[in-house]
């Protein structure tokens, strides 16, 4: 089995920085694309940000020139470092991954469990 783990949210100020990890465990081969998606109460889940393996990156527009996605592929890690937040960016925050798994060999997407974000103003 695969698992995702997001860590590293909590609360901040408008204006202030928080950053988001996911770590992936377990019988992996390989991780291809991983996301960071949000949700707000009420709202419908939003993609956020994609890394490629080899590092390439898409954001939406509502997080441009303020978030940063990465990854470290030696540790099964991505990251998403959030500046300049604001009270709107306020919502659980999911991480996902296509991942082939190494045994059974298996494609898979999984899904972390989420970590809260709050933004005050």
């Known amino acids: 089995q695969v698992q995702l783990v997001e860590s590293g949210g909590g609360l901040a100020q408008a204006g202030g920085s928080l950053r988001l990890s996911c770590a992936a465990s377990?019988?992996?081969?390989?991780?291809?694309?991983m996301r960071w998606y949000r949700q707000a109460p009420g709202q419908e889940r939003e993609l956020v940000a994609t890394?490629?393996?080899?590092?390439?990156?898409n954001y939406a527009d509502s997080v441009k020139g303020r978030f940063t996605i990465s990854r470290d592929n030696a540790k099964n890690t991505a990251y998403l470092q959030m500046n300049s937040l604001k009270p709107e960016d306020t919502a659980v925050y999911y991480c996902?991954?296509?991942?082939?798994?190494?045994?059974?060999?298996?494609?898979?997407?999984?899904w972390g469990q989420g970590t809260q974000v709050t933004v005050s103003s």
């Open positions: 996902n991954a296509g991942v082939t798994q190494s045994s059974p060999i298996r494609a898979l997407e999984v």
């Open positions: 377990g019988s992996i081969f390989s991780i291809s694309i």
């Open positions: 890394i490629s393996r080899g590092g390439t990156t």
